[in-house]
């Protein structure tokens, strides 16, 4: 990919210790090549190289940086400004309710987009409401249904023989009545863009006034993508953009071409077909992540929504008074699971990004799979009081749950381990922040 092209030719610049000219340039070659090769648009690439190379030749070596961190530090920062700079934020409106419309052509991710949006506001604190506008497949609506039980969000259809227009009216009174503040409508999409669907999108538009049209493109179709995004900016002057499917073996092309061409940015990403694969949008660490620099922010983001802060602090108090048992293990456990695939979460630390040992990473799941089958197979009193987990205990434990005697022996050290070490992390904590007395 993209990635590992690019941190291969830096690697190359960063066993020099000064470099010319001429290294920049032919470093800079390579970096053309590898985003051309993205498919990025060519003249914006063009630019792109253009920009670079005019500062990298005339700007002053930082003292803390070597001359090859120093081209990456100006390639990270164009990157970040081809994306949009700084992340764009949705538009809320000043008397709710917000109403977000999603527009795109088939298949791009419209529907499962807007479940993660109702998913993320929802989150937030706020209360969303779904709306099933897509009349011509009713196989959409009963999906939208779908969504909106899972997430336990409301969704507002009126089945499929009813004009789009009067259902987003209709839905916008409804919210209102409700207390929806943010309403996220899913609309129809074509195959191809056509007058039919333009036209249909701008009386919806023209009916609600929406404070957000966000286009929802798929970043595997490449640049195709960006021609679409060019076509719905034209006509119906849209506000923001959700790319989908950035987990896939996107080339990252559309990512990076779509803002220099359509003017609007990237507001949300799509990492996945989860409902909680969904990210904020951040040029900058976006193109950390092309340099292969790994995403600690995107990755803190995702433990903090997927950590439940009240059961973190139950689980200090547990650990204050003792009490931390294995049912805790196992939640966090789940807890970290929730963050998302293993294999992705390792794809934003920095360093494992490009050499991603998907071997190990399969091994890691199994085990997580084995440990949570171990615990599942203990009684409640094991599980809250494991020192009484002796050998012939062991033993039953290993056999109801399908591993071995060493699988569970495993198991009970690494509880030990943790909740030392988490006693440990606690105690540190009181000190800094005052909390116990000194000596
Ligand atoms: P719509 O026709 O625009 O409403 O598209 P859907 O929401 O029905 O999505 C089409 C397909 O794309 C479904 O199989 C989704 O699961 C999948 N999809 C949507 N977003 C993502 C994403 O971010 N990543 C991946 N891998 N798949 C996605
Ligand atoms: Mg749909």
Redo the contacts with the bound molecule.
């Keep these: 990919g993209l990635a590992e092209k690019l941190q291969d030719t830096f690697d190359k610049l960063r066993g020099k210790g000064k470099l010319s000219e001429e290294d920049v340039k032919s470093a800079l070659k390579e970096v053309r090549m590898s985003l051309l090769e993205a498919d990025v648009n060519y003249r914006v690439v063009k630019d792109f190289i253009n920009n670079i190379e005019e500062r990298a030749v005339g700007e002053e070596v930082m003292e803390s940086l070597t001359p090859a961190q120093q081209v990456i530090k100006i390639v990270k920062e164009e990157l970040t400004e081809l994306m949009g700079g700084e992340h764009q934020e949705i538009t809320f409106a000043d008397s709710p309710p917000t109403v977000i419309m999603l527009v ?10 807007a479940g993660k949006l109702a998913n993320h506001f929802k989150k937030e604190g706020k209360s969303p409401l779904l709306v099933a506008a ?1 009349v011509y497949r009713p196989a ?1 609506i009963d ?1 939208l249904e779908q969504l909106g039980k899972q997430l336990d969000v409301d969704v507002f259809q009126m089945g499929d023989e009813n004009d789009p227009v009067d259902i987003v009216k209709g839905a916008v009174s409804s919210a209102r009545s409700h207390d929806n503040d943010i309403v996220i409508v ?1 609309t129809a ?1 074509r195959l191809h863009i056509d007058e039919e669907l333009m036209d249909e999108l701008s009386r919806i538009k023209g009916a609600v006034d929406p404070e957000e049209i966000m286009l ?1 493109v ?1 970043a595997m179709t490449g640049q195709d993508a960006v021609n679409v995004a060019e076509r719905f900016t034209e006509q119906l002057d849209i506000d923001g953009m959700f790319m ?5 073996d996107a080339r990252g092309g559309a990512a990076l071409s779509i803002r220099e061409v359509t003017g609007r940015p990237i507001k949300y ?5 989860k409902l909680n ?1 969904l990210e904020t949008f951040h040029p900058d660490r976006m193109a950390s992540r092309i340099l292969g620099m790994g995403d600690m922010l995107s990755l803190i983001e995702r433990a903090e929504e997927s950590f439940d802060e009240e059961q973190a602090k139950e689980l200090e108090e547990k650990l204050r008074e003792d009490e931390f048992t294995l049912e805790d293990f196992l939640d966090q456990m789940d807890q970290v699971r929730n963050m998302g695939p293993i294999d992705e979460i390792m794809g934003m630390i920095p360093g494992m990004g490009a050499a991603n040992k998907l071997k190990d990473i399969q091994v890691e799941e199994e085990q997580l799979d084995k440990i949570q089958a171990i615990i599942q197979s203990m009684t409640e009193e094991e599980r809250r009081d494991p020192d009484i987990i002796d050998g012939s205990r062991r033993r039953r434990i290993a056999s109801g749950s399908g591993t071995e005697i060493q699988d569970v022996n495993r198991l009970l050290k690494q509880f030990r381990q943790t909740r030392k070490m988490m006693k440990q992390l606690n105690k540190k904590k009181d000190k800094l922040s005052g909390g116990g007395l000194p000596g």
């Design positions: 795109g052509l088939q298949g791009s991710g419209k529907t499962t987009s897509d959409a999906q899913d999409g929802v798929d989908t499917k950035l987990d896939g990403a799509g990492v996945g077909e694969q």
